[in-house]
Nanobody, 122 residues
């Protein structure tokens, strides 16, 4: 069964850090681009970052550039999103997704996780 499972979310104070994990089962992440998306209440799903399968090139939305880092560990079949200097506006459910093209457009992704809640609040 093809599955993506996110973990690592939680409650953190502004300025704090979290590392999200996206673990795959039932398929090998090596051949897929991985995207991280987030959705806050009442807002559309937003592309945060993505990493290609071929050369590991990465992309970040302007809102997270310089604060978030995406990486992949193919040996562990896992992709990470390191989030530093978190702000209240980063509060959302974060999703990872796998597809053939590294893009911030969610329609390009085939497999999705269930999401993990990130809350940034004092």
């Amino acid at each position: 069964q093809v599955q993506l499972v996110e973990s690592g979310g939680g409650l953190v104070q502004p300025g704090g850090s979290l590392r999200l994990s996206c673990a795959a089962s039932g398929f090998t992440l090596d051949y897929y681009a991985i995207g991280w998306f987030r959705q806050a209440p009442g807002k559309e799903r937003e592309g945060v970052s993505c990493i290609s399968s071929s050369d590991g090139s990465t992309y970040y939305a302007d809102s997270v550039k310089g604060r978030f880092t995406i990486s992949r560990d193919n040996a562990k079949n896992t992709v990470y999103l390191q989030m530093n200097s978190l702000k209240p506006e980063d509060t959302a459910v974060y999703y990872c997704a796998a597809g053939l093209l590294a893009t911030i457009f969610p329609t390009e992704y085939d497999y999705w996780g269930q999401g993990t809640q990130v809350t940034v609040s004092s």
